[in-house]
């Protein structure tokens, strides 16, 4: 992992904006797939990830929520089922 990467996720507080999540999406799909490898469930990313979702997706409408929501959900779903199939990528998401 860069530092760049866990910079992104050590500020995941910090993103409010639709542009500034699509900025950070791939570095942080990276590091909480690093992350949740081998692992069940994470209590406290998943309440970052849905602070996350609460400042960001009242704001959007249309194409814009909708890939929002998509790409957070895998985001989510790793955080709360972990990451255990290696073909898929992420805990039953295909990429």
Do not use: C
Not at 11 to 33: E, G
Not at 36 to 46: A, E, H, P, Q, R
């Amino acid at each position: 992992m860069s530092l760049d990467e866990i910079a992104a996720f050590n500020n995941i507080q910090n993103t409010n904006s639709i542009s500034d999540f699509d900025a950070k999406y791939d570095k942080l799909f990276f590091v909480i797939k690093a992350k949740m490898l081998g692992k069940i469930s994470d209590v406290n990313l998943k309440k970052k990830l849905t602070e996350l979702n609460t400042r960001i997706i009242n704001s959007l409408n249309g194409p814009k929520k909708i890939d929002f929501e998509e790409k957070w959900n895998k985001l989510y779903e790793m955080a709360d089922k972990g990451v255990h199939d290696f073909e898929i990528g992420t805990a039953g998401i295909k990429k």
